[in-house]
């Protein structure tokens, strides 16, 4: 199955940026932000039967209500500033590709490693983020009649919580007119403003070694699911233990990868190797910041989960799912006293040094996980209805 594509086009505000809009600083918890594309692929079924004609039509309706919603999310029609902490509102625009795929989505979805081996080509790759558009969109159209929407994002100025509301708007726009969508806000650089060069420490140095990286789909049903929060509460009774937090569905996942991924490295080292475990936390409500309601941006941080060597009697799914329960709480606690601007930039900067230095000594392993339960993503209807299934890409280094 293959993807080709057939146009390629810049999608530029419905009208200009304000002047005094036009440089936008970023906040300093942008600058911790890796330049990383973070794809997001909606699937929708064929509903009619002429799909040519209609395929062409929602790509049409979908180039013009973009073209609104960035009138009102402006800063993803720009160009990001490498080496400056500031967003170049300039209204060059944002990519809108159209893409052909000779297969149908009944193929696609009856065939798992097929789909997880596509989605690298279902949205838009880029490499320079200074010279390329924060915001890329890919319309592909199967054989079928079905269509996936891929939608990249530069994480440099947009977390999860930014861009499920930013497609949201824009299918509320897509549908209902712009009028209808509530404004962002871009004032996070206001309370959490940017720091010098000198003071932002190169935490991470992400290198794009594509040749290394796997990926594989599993899927958990939620009968599977509901048979694993019973066994964890089984083993922790079973244990003399009584859990006094609720036991959720991405805990009791996380926690079983987790145990699982620590197996596979004990037989490849021949022993137990400490581990650390990380998830983003969002930190909007969890902080004394007042926040403006809709912020855009970076306001993420990570709660990390520890195992050491000698605790082997303790991998079990319980301890494990408790584990992971207090490395969040312990996070949401720490982040609700920080008592201004430079205590939460410090917290997150030292959660991410402690995190580079695991990785770049190699002593500890490490397991980073993401979550997008709770966000909206099913509910992005352009107009021919909500989508059959949404699933993340590959993420997209720049080289």
Not at 37 to 59: H, L, Q, R, T, W
Not at 156 to 173: G, H, L, P
Not at 257 to 264: D, Q, T, V
Request: glycine fraction near 6%.
């Amino acid at each position: 199955m293959e993807v080709q594509i057939i146009s390629r086009k810049l999608i530029t505000p419905s009208s200009p940026t304000p002047p005094h809009l036009q440089n936008l600083k970023i906040s300093s918890l942008d600058q911790l932000a890796p330049y990383v594309y973070v794809p997001a692929i909606f699937y929708y079924a064929a509903n009619g039967e002429e799909y040519d004609v209609k395929n062409a039509e929602k790509s049409l309706q979908m180039q013009n209500s973009l073209s609104e919603i960035l009138a009102l999310y402006y800063p993803f029609a720009g160009r990001c500033a490498k080496d400056d902490p500031f967003i170049e509102c300039n209204d060059k625009g944002a990519e809108f590709f159209e893409a052909q795929v000779n297969g149908s989505l009944s193929q696609l979805f009856g065939d798992r490693e097929l789909e997880t081996n596509l989605k690298s080509h279902l949205a838009p790759h880029y490499f320079d983020p200074s010279n390329s558009s924060p915001l890329a969109v890919q319309f592909n159209m199967f054989e079928c009649g079905g269509i996936a929407i891929g939608i990249s994002l530069t994480h440099k100025i947009a977390d999860a919580f930014t861009v499920f509301t930013f497609i949201n708007a824009w299918t509320t726009a897509s549908r209902f007119g712009v009028d209808q969508v509530p404004c962002p806000s871009f004032e996070l650089a206001s309370i959490f403003p940017p720091r010098a060069a000198s003071r932002v420490e190169n935490i991470v140095t992400i290198k794009a070694v594509t040749n290394n990286i796997v990926t594989k789909m599993f899927v958990f049903d939620g009968v599977a699911i509901s048979k694993l929060k019973e066994a964890t509460n089984f083993s922790a009774s079973g244990s003399h233990q009584s859990l006094n937090y609720q036991v959720t569905r991405v805990k009791v996942v996380i926690a079983l990868i987790w145990r699982c991924l620590m197996r596979l490295s004990q037989a490849r080292h021949g022993c137990m190797r400490p581990s650390l475990m990380k998830v983003p936390v969002n930190l909007r409500g969890k902080i004394p910041q007042p926040i403006p309601e809709n912020s855009c941006g970076n306001l993420i941080s990570w709660a990390v989960a520890q195992f050491k060597p000698g605790d082997e009697s303790e991998v079990k799914l319980h301890e494990l799912v408790s584990r992971i329960n207090s490395g969040i709480e312990n996070a949401f606690s720490n982040y609700s006293k920080a008592t201004g601007d430079d205590d939460l930039f410090f917290l997150v900067m030292d959660g991410f040094r402690k995190v580079s230095k695991a990785l770049i000594e190699n002593e500890v392993d490490v397991y980073m996980f993401g979550c997008w339960c709770r966000f909206p993503m099913y509910e992005a209807d352009f107009g021919w209805g909500k989508p059959t299934l949404v699933c993340g890409g590959n993420s997209q280094v720049p080289r």
